[in-house]
């Protein structure tokens, strides 16, 4: 079955800098974009970053360029988010997302909390 499982998330100071990862599983990691997505409290989920197939540059939301970095390594089924300059209104948790045949699936989700 399809797996995502994050990893990476924890407290940092503002400024700061963390790594998620997402490794996949149960599916052809190589054929399919990944994206990152966040939820604050009482807010709705949001999209952070995407990145095709193939790699290279990913999209972005407008809030998250230049401070995201989002990449992949399909030869460890792997999908990462790279955050620096982290501000306290990125305190979220952090999904991993993939969308297979029209089906939604998502990873359980990493705390990011940004906060001095």
């Known amino acids: 079955q399809v797996q995502l499982v994050e990893s990476g998330g924890g407290l940092v100071q503002p400024g700061g800098s963390l790594r998620l990862s997402c490794l996949a599983s149960?599916?052809?990691?190589?054929?399919?974009?990944m994206s990152w997505y966040r939820q604050a409290p009482g807010k709705e989920r949001e999209l952070v970053a995407s990145i095709a197939i193939a790699g290279g540059g990913g999209n972005y939301a407008d809030s998250m360029k230049g401070r995201f970095t989002i990449s992949r390594d399909n030869a460890k089924n792997t999908v990462y988010l790279q955050m620096n300059s982290l501000k306290s209104e990125d305190t979220a948790v952090y999904y991993c997302?993939?969308?297979?045949?029209?089906?939604?699936?998502w990873g359980q989700g990493t705390q990011v909390t940004v906060s001095s």
């Open positions: 997302y993939v969308q297979l045949y029209g089906r939604h699936y």
């Open positions: 149960g599916f052809v990691f190589t054929n399919y974009a």
